[in-house]
């Protein structure tokens, strides 16, 4: 915080395209307190929701979907960001293979994780060690994604990032086979912590 309030030499700062558009700090601060509260006190997580329907049968968290939806269409309609469709979106391509693909590696680190990206920054703040852990790779991911040559945009997907991709999506599955039975256990772990927070009738 102190560091974007000053602005120091030494850090870089975009000065176009989507990365240097940015709500004002107060007003940032205040929606991220509130969506930060609602986050930790709901337990909601996009990943949590499947696992609690798969594993637990549990629905509670998919509650939590549509209002994302609503709210997220709620506020571009408002301040006109609205646009209907995949093409021309800002920092967006519309390569539609990459874009799964990519998204299932996210999907797998984050189930390996036990936590999507915000849910992991929630529980930074309540000092889980491991989440800690999860942002601080997250953050170094990203400036490795950016500087270089990772890192897709509206002009579309970028072949080192394709690479790492497919390089992302083989490690998981190796790491996910050769551990399937500690993966397993942690699975059973939670079905039962799912049955007794949100018992079935």
Known sequence: MILLIVKPAFIAFSQAGPGSLSAPILLSLFVGLIVGFLV???????????????????????????????????????FGQFKLGFANQPAAHSDYLWSFLSMTLVGICATFASDYPLRQLIKSTEGNLDSVITVFGMILGTAFAHNFGLASSGKGTTANG????????????????????????????????????????
Do not use: W
């Open 40 to 78: 930790q006190s709901t337990g909601f997580c996009f990943t949590g929701g499947y696992r609690n329907l798969i594993f637990g049968k549990n629905p509670h968290l998919f509650q939590g979907y549509p209002m994302t939806f609503v709210t997220a269409l709620f506020f571009n309609l408002i």
């Open 162 to 201: 394709q690479i790492a991709v497919i390089i992302g999506l083989v490690t998981v599955l190796v790491i996910g086979y050769f551990c399937k039975k500690l993966i397993l256990s942690d699975i059973e772990i939670f079905r039962q912590i799912i049955l007794a927070r949100f018992p079935t009738k």
